[in-house]
């Protein structure tokens, strides 16, 4: 279907629709327009810089906890998941996140405990409203160590 229609300021705005074989239906509008564009800088880079275990009780030994210490760049993040998945980073063991606060500068040391010894793949995601960026590391925990 076409349709034509003028305003005021004499442009006019064609509209037609066609059908599609994939079954959608797309829209073509030709005139002018005018819309307002905010750009906003968004997490440009995030990186993991450091991994260091928590010396642990005997007490408290089933649980290995490891401090990931995380800077980014651009815009502050508002939250940060981790995923914690097997040594290929296919299969996802546990994601937590977080809601977090970051003031001056991008630098937050995140906790994560690991259950049993082993080689995980980790992922780091730090966002905020329009927009995120992740870090990975391959993560070996044996016991109260990790490398």
């Known amino acids: 279907t076409t349709g034509a229609s003028s305003n005021s300021d004499s442009s006019t705005t064609?509209?037609?629709?066609?059908?599609?074989?994939?079954?959608?239906?797309?829209?073509?509008?030709?005139?002018y327009y005018r819309t307002g564009i905010s750009i906003v800088e968004g997490i440009l880079?995030?990186?993991i810089i450091q991994m260091t275990s928590i010396q642990m009780t005997e007490s408290q030994a089933e649980n290995s906890l490891v401090d990931f210490v995380v800077t980014c760049q651009g815009?502050?993040?508002?939250?940060?998941?981790?995923?914690?998945?097997?040594?290929?980073?296919?299969?996802?063991?546990?994601v937590v996140c977080d809601p977090i606060t970051v003031t001056d500068e991008?630098?937050?040391?995140?906790?994560?405990?690991?259950?049993?010894?082993?080689?995980?793949?980790?992922?780091?995601?730090?966002?905020?409203?329009?927009?995120?960026?992740?870090?990975?590391?391959?993560?070996?925990v044996n016991g109260g160590e990790s490398t």
């Open 106 to 140: 991008c630098l937050l040391t995140v906790r994560r405990a690991f259950e049993e010894p082993g080689t995980y793949c980790i992922n780091i995601t730090l966002g905020d409203d329009t927009s995120q960026a992740l870090a990975s590391a391959l993560i070996s």
């Open 45 to 47: 880079e995030v990186n």
């Open 75 to 94: 815009s502050l993040p508002t939250d940060v998941c981790i995923v914690v998945s097997d040594p290929t980073c296919q299969v996802s063991k546990s």
């Open 14 to 31: 064609v509209e037609s629709m066609e059908d599609n074989p994939d079954g959608g239906c797309h829209i073509y509008r030709d005139g």
